[in-house]
């Protein structure tokens, strides 16, 4: 049976997850603002600053690019916010793959764009 402290501390660590959604949210938000930005069509890009992604060493060349692109997305996300960190509204994208001793590792760089 869980005591009613338990609950209580449960509770207490809920609202503070809660209180810190909002706080990280703004940390991206103000991240992204720093950096200057240009226009790309529809988007609207960093104009000098890129990310990196680079995989793990994997079985298959498909899956090593699958990987450094969702490490890519993943930081980027992170650090900027949802709007920013998708591979496919980047510009720039560079992606480079090498086989050795059976696996293949692949990095890529791009600047993060967002719609708008």
Known sequence: MISSKSYGLMAAVIACL????????????????YWPK????GKVCFRSHEHYGESPPWPSKRGAKAAAIR?????????????WGRYANAT????SCSKAKGSWVCKTSARPCRRG
């Open 18 to 33: 809660f209180l810190l959604v909002p706080a990280i949210s703004a940390q991206a938000k103000e991240n992204a603002e």
């Open 92 to 95: 720039g994208r560079r992606l």
């Open 38 to 41: 240009t226009r790309v069509g």
């Open 71 to 83: 490490k890519w997305e993943n930081f980027t996300s992170w650090e900027y916010g949802k709007r």
